[in-house]
């Protein structure tokens, strides 16, 4: 039976209002709620439903990042996950961390770790790359189907529904494939208390991106991080006349 | 499980799932208590059982509300151009 990997990122909880730096070099985590991606989310409990169906034999989770991001592997554990790998990333290192680099690592560990699978969620909320699954199938040379939002897995072949432009497609692959999880791939379940307490027995193994042999030094510098424009406030005008000579002003009508 | 058991993991799950609550945790706590204070003179096993299942059906609904909160919110951030 099929084993799978599953790709979960510690990200700014959905729910949170963002703030910049006042350095402009990026944006305030200390002391703000974070949580697992829920795109990826998406991706863990597909791959659990596929082994709540005995499509699969294991699940392995899998988190690039500093020591928290165990949180989100333990969440991923509570969810039903059999095992999480932390790959740790801290400091400077993490604030340059690019999918090219975790897609590296995502390849290394699905070939150490004999994967048929490897699921994550199409992107993440915090940077929106969209595309670490594209650079992992491309890494390992397997078939990718990204932004799946329906699933059925053979012995040997998969048929995923995509989402695109105006539409879905479906396509047909072989195993092993990567696969990115769309929105509307499922309902995540909620990690419950009992949950979350039973998931703390489940083993979590450490690794460094040296140990599986990729090389994270950065690809980019970060040169300045910005708030998005805020929308300037309207004004009340008295009468028609100050409308078209404000309009004619600010060049909206000739 | 004896029911005070249950009353007692009902209120844990219940507490545990406040932590997310959108009008914060405190709120929804000093709710929660309220609602358990204003039962704990039931002692009828019945009745006590009808209750239970009441802090079940919450549980869910509280679940629901929250994916539904999530699933809107990305909807609206990644999807809004139909």
């Known amino acids: 039976m099929a084993r799978v990997l599953v790709g979960v990122k510690r990200v700014i909880d959905y729910a949170v209002k963002i703030r910049v730096k006042p350095d402009k070099k990026g944006v305030v985590t200390d002391g703000v709620k974070h949580s697992m991606n829920p795109f990826d989310e998406i991706a863990v409990e597909e791959a659990v439903r596929m082994k709540e169906k005995k499509l699969v034999s294991e699940i392995i989770a899998v988190s690039c990042g500093p020591v928290q991001s165990q949180e989100v592997i333990r969440t991923a554990l509570a969810m039903g996950v059999d095992k999480g790998i932390h790959v740790e990333v801290s400091g400077p290192e993490y604030e340059t961390l690019q999918p090219i680099h975790v897609s590296k690592i995502l390849a290394k560990i699905a070939q150490n770790e004999k994967v048929d699978l490897v699921i994550v969620g199409k992107q993440a909320i915090d940077d929106d790359s969209n595309q670490t699954a594209q650079m992992t199938a491309a890494v390992l040379d397997w078939p990718q189907a990204t932004f799946a939002s329906k699933i059925e897995k053979g012995d040997k072949e998969l048929t995923v529904t995509r989402e695109v432009d105006g539409g879905l497609e479906t396509i047909k692959c072989k195993i092993p494939a990567v696969i990115s999880a769309d929105l509307r791939l499922n309902e995540p379940r909620y990690a419950t208390l009992p949950n979350i307490m039973k998931a703390k027995k489940k083993p979590i193994t450490k690794v460094t991106p040296k140990d599986l042999g990729v090389d994270i030094s950065p690809r980019i510098e970060i040169l300045s991080v910005e708030d998005p424009p805020v929308r300037q406030a309207g004004v009340i005008l008295p009468d028609v006349d100050a409308l078209v000579t404000k309009l004619k002003e600010g060049g909206h009508v000739p | ?82």
Do not use: C, W
């Open chain 2, 1 to 82: 499980m004896s029911q005070r058991s249950q009353v007692v993991n009902l209120y844990k799950t219940l507490l545990h799932l406040g932590k997310d609550y959108p009008s914060g945790y405190e709120y929804f706590r000093v709710r929660l208590h309220n609602a358990f204070m204003k039962n704990k003179d039931v002692t009828d096993p019945e009745k006590i059982k009808k209750l239970i299942g009441h802090g079940e059906y919450i549980v869910k609904e509280i679940e629901a509300l929250y994916m539904l909160k999530k699933y809107r919110t990305l909807k609206r951030r990644y999807y809004n151009n139909n």
